[in-house]
């Protein structure tokens, strides 16, 4: 099924077997209070033969960008994804990562082109409680310095997100829109911002796209995914 879904979108695809059911995440609307309930399950283990298939696949990919996203499968190693990013690293493809916990603390210690944590994220990875807003764009550039990544993207909800990087900070304030769903919205955020790059747009352009393709998301119900139309018309209406 997950493979017809893809070639539905005429997307090139390089499915690598499991032995074991794909593993499911359930996403649960309660109607009459709008809420949504998020049940994330851990999957089966991969076997040994496997996770060779999946790092040698990255060895042989011919890519510009690599995106590292959500979190471990069970029974793998934190330092997975550090793998993953070593290895597309030699190849000089550029590797963005979205994840968060001791998997996300690995693969810095080998430095990628962007991250995409929250604010809360951010402060775990510099080792504070928590930080105010003002804080973000210094915190942002300690790990830059550090050279754990070259980009920073910090998530700030509904209030949108900010870029940093070396020379550059950018803050992009989400449009107001009537929230369905936030289903995706994440994802769809870095789907923007790696278009963009691949497009070689400014930075600037960059987090505003993602910003908006993010919140484009939170329009639709359910898991439907962004409109284009949509994108267009809020990035209109940022600043």
């Known amino acids: 099924m997950l493979e017809d879904l893809i070639k539905n979108e005429n997307l090139e695809s390089c499915v690598i077997k499991t032995k074991n059911w794909t593993r499911e995440n359930f996403i649960a609307f309660e109607n009459k209070t709008k809420a949504q309930y998020r049940f994330g399950f851990p999957g089966n283990e991969f076997h040994e033969d496997e996770k060779n298939k999946i790092l040698q696949t990255i060895k042989e990919l011919k890519t510009d960008y690599l995106v590292i996203s959500g979190s471990l499968n069970e029974g793998l190693a934190t330092n997975f994804y550090q793998k993953i990013a070593e290895i597309a690293k030699e190849s000089n493809i550029k590797v963005i990562v979205d994840t968060s916990g001791e998997a996300l603390q690995k693969v810095l210690e080998t430095g990628v082109y962007l991250i995409k944590p929250n604010i809360g994220e951010l402060a775990k990875l510099i080792g504070v409680e928590r930080l105010e807003l003002p804080e973000v764009e210094k915190a942002a550039k300690k790990l830059i310095e550090n050279k754990s990544a070259e ?20 803050l992009v304030k989400a449009p107001k829109v009537e929230k369905k769903s936030t289903v995706g919205a994440g994802d769809s955020m870095v789907g923007g911002m790696v278009w963009a790059l691949s497009q070689n747009k400014t930075l600037k ?35």
Do not use: P, Y
């Not at 980009?151 to 950018?170: F, N, Q, R």
């Not at 939170?218 to 940022?238: C, H, P, S, W, Y």
């Open 151 to 170: 980009i920073v993207v910090v998530s700030l909800g509904a209030d949108g997100a900010i870029l940093v990087t070396k020379d550059e900070t950018h």
């Open 205 to 239: 352009e960059v987090i505003q796209i993602g910003v908006c393709c993010g919140t484009a998301a939170t329009m639709n119900e359910g898991t439907q995914l962004f409109k284009a139309e949509d994108v267009m018309r809020l990035l209109g209406e940022i600043e």
